[in-house]
């Protein structure tokens, strides 16, 4: 049975119902949000967030995800022998396949809207969830709305660790997926649809 989470409330099959943009709320009651944000905020954890481990999860993920962006952040740019050729044949060959626009995203940046493939966003944010170490990416389909400060929307399946708490999971990679999209590909994401579909054992590989 799959388990959906879109807006952090359960989907049909565990018998919740969605308020419309209610706090994320992780099983122990903290708002995920919240924790997400002390925790990439250097704040020390309080009494509850020392002992919580869905908070301490979720702190985990905030401080995975923000040491990524540090990195590609800070790794030296050396461009290869024959750049200029290489980039040429690159957008020749996009143009040869007739890229189609609706298989681009539209980013802000300070030099004007800069193009990037869905392919290549859902790609980083899949990598992003991956990393959460308990969470596996199956799927992951990107819309964009077409004001792109109104936010897009992502769709993910997911593989969970056996025994985990599903709605913290959906939680967590409701999270993970809405930071690493703003700060890794600076794409704004309004809503994310978190579908568990299956589940793993700790050998599996």
């Given amino acids: 049975m799959a388990v959906n989470e879109t807006t952090g409330t359960a989907g049909p ?26 925790a990439e905020a250097g704040v020390p954890p309080d009494e509850h ?19 990524v962006v540090h990195r590609m952040a800070a790794a030296p740019v050396e461009p290869p022998p024959a750049v200029l050729e290489r980039a040429m044949d690159k957008v020749r060959g996009a143009l040869a396949r007739d890229l189609r626009e609706h298989e681009l995203l539209t980013l ?16 980083v944010l899949r990598d992003a969830v991956d990393r959460m170490g308990d969470v596996r990416a199956r799927s992951c389909q990107v819309e964009q709305n077409e004001q792109i400060d109104a936010g897009t ?32 590909l ?15 054992g700790e050998g599996d590989a």
């Fill in 49 to 67: 967030e020392r002992d919580c481990p869905y908070c301490t999860a979720t702190a985990a993920d905030a401080m995975r995800l923000d040491a």
């Fill in 153 to 184: 929307t992502v769709a993910m399946t997911v593989s969970a660790l056996y025994g985990v708490d599903m709605r913290a999971v959906a939680a967590r990679v409701r999270r993970m997926v809405i930071a690493a999209g703003t700060q890794a």
């Fill in 108 to 123: 802000a940046s300070p030099l004007g809207p800069v193009r990037l493939s869905r392919a290549a966003a859902a790609t």
């Fill in 13 to 38: 099959d565990d018998g919740g119902s969605d308020d419309g943009g209610a706090p994320e709320l992780l099983p122990c009651g903290r708002d995920a949000a919240t924790v997400w944000d002390r």
């Fill in 186 to 200: 600076g794409l704004p994401v309004g809503a994310v649809d978190v579908t568990v579909v299956d589940v793993f």
